[in-house]
């Protein structure tokens, strides 16, 4: 293996296979910088990682990384950071943003953040990040483009902002105002600088430059005490034994219904990831708990070590196991949200699949019946009963009220006279039933 470098919003690869032959992995996540230099790379590179949601990359990692001989240069976004912390212990860092943080110049992470789309759309970024921002600004006060007043307001206002919310048309928008901003909106298609893109590819020019004629060590790295914590992680990561993903996915497609079910289901939940991070709604702790506490009634998972065996059958981790748990409560947390424009097209999926027309005959006669009928049905709790245990042959749940309202009703209330509507029309023709009251 020649190189390795962790890169995600700030270049695509093809940018990177410019300048460099190298593995391109996702951005950097704990763990992935000792992986990764276990099978000795001649360098490694860091450009982005992941900063919330996924455990960052460890500073012992890196420096793990060195002591074995391997150069690790940091530019751009993550890389930056840590070669700002890590630069007097041998980390090679690039760019004037690693030089910024280095200086004190810039101290927020936040000044490098972005948010991006999820792996399977490639990591695109959809906000601008600070140190952008800032580059483009002063370009554009040199230039004459905008006025140094104007410059400042809009530097004190992205940075106000939440950096998932730092777009250029919504900066332009909220300050079309200020002087020059008409100029200054019309000059930017081109005129916009990509700072961190111009940091992480002269990144990548030294780096090649190293591996064509490697210098030699500086000084002798720093050895890194082997503690628990750095024990569990090498254990984590020595341990892990992935499965070939592709070839599960090949299994699962020689059954075509199941396939198209769960891609459907698996496009739903990108698009829920895309959507909570658009309004900056990510699902609480409180949501966490109510998806695993459903997810253990269903699988049968009473026991905390029954857990713990599920996670690692399954090919997971602690963190993994809680970012699938996420993905879930974005499910729901996106859907809630749509409720009312989620009728229509249910039944525009009834009709494709064939199924409209026999559930409306359905409901017409259960309606007639049930108004000529006009009986109560029994007890709530009989009901329950009979609903859960017969009709679907599982438990009742503990959470009734979030049972109904993931079923688009307003609460347990609607969801009684659902169940009750359905045990008359059942038990229409059979005569008094004996149970109930």
């Not at 990764?36 to 590179?45: F, M």
């Not at 150069?71 to 070669?83: H, K, Q, W, Y």
């Not at 230039?143 to 410059?151: F, S």
């Not at 009312?340 to 064939?354: G, V």
């Amino acid at each position: 293996m020649t190189a390795v470098v962790f890169v995600g919003p700030t270049l695509r690869p093809q940018a990177v296979s410019k300048y460099l032959d190298a593995t391109i992995l996702p951005p950097v996540k704990q763990g992935d910088v000792y992986r990764a230099a276990r099978d000795k790379p001649k360098a490694i590179g860091i450009i982005d990682g992941f900063f919330e949601g996924v455990p960052s990359v460890w500073h012992k990692e890196i420096l793990w990384a060195m002591e074995q001989g391997i150069p690790v240069f940091g530019s751009a976004s993550m890389g930056a950071l840590r070669a700002a912390e890590l630069a007097d212990f041998g980390m090679i860092g690039v760019g004037s943003i690693f030089e910024d943080y280095h200086s004190g110049v810039l101290q927020d992470d936040d000044e490098v953040a972005v948010l991006h789309s999820p792996s399977e759309l490639g990591f695109m970024p959809l906000s601008e990040p600070m140190v952008s921002i800032r580059t483009t600004l002063d370009h554009a006060q040199k230039t004459g483009v905008v006025p140094q007043e104007t410059a400042v307001e809009i530097l004190r206002y992205a940075k106000d902002l939440h950096y998932r919310r730092r777009v250029w048309a919504g900066i332009l928008d909220a300050l079309k105002e200020l002087p020059g901003m008409a100029e200054f909106a019309d000059w930017l298609p081109k005129g916009k600088i990509d700072a961190k893109a111009k940091d992480a590819k002269a990144m990548l020019l030294r780096m090649s430059e190293h591996l064509g004629d490697p210098p030699l060590p500086s000084s002798e790295p720093v050895r890194t005490e082997r503690t628990l914590m750095w024990k569990a992680l090498c254990a984590r990561v020595d341990g892990a034994a992935p499965a070939d993903v592709h070839a599960v996915i090949n299994e699962l497609r020689l059954n075509p219904k199941l396939y198209s079910q769960l891609r459907d289901r698996a496009a739903l939940a990108l698009l829920s990831r895309e959507d909570t991070s658009r309004q900056d709604r990510e699902p609480d702790r409180e949501a966490l708990v109510a998806q695993m506490s459903e997810h253990r009634a269903r699988a049968g998972l009473t026991r905390q070590a029954d857990l713990m065996a599920w996670i690692k059958a399954n090919d997971l981790t602690s963190d993994s196991y809680e970012a699938m748990l996420a993905d879930w409560a974005r499910v729901e947390l996106s859907t809630a949200t749509r409720a009312d424009h989620m009728d229509a097209l249910l039944l525009s999926e009834l009709r494709r699949t064939d199924q409209y027309a026999g559930l409306r005959d359905r409901a017409v006669k259960k309606a007639d019946q049930v108004r000529l009928g006009g009986n109560a049905g029994p007890n709530r709790l009989r009901l329950l009963m009979w609903y859960f245990e017969s009709c679907l042959d599982q438990d009742v749940p503990d959470d009734l009220e979030s049972y109904a309202i993931s079923l688009g009703l307003t609460g347990r209330d609607a969801f009684y006279d659902l169940i009750e509507t359905e045990f008359l029309y059942c038990h229409m023709d059979t005569g008094p039933d004996d149970t109930s009251d």
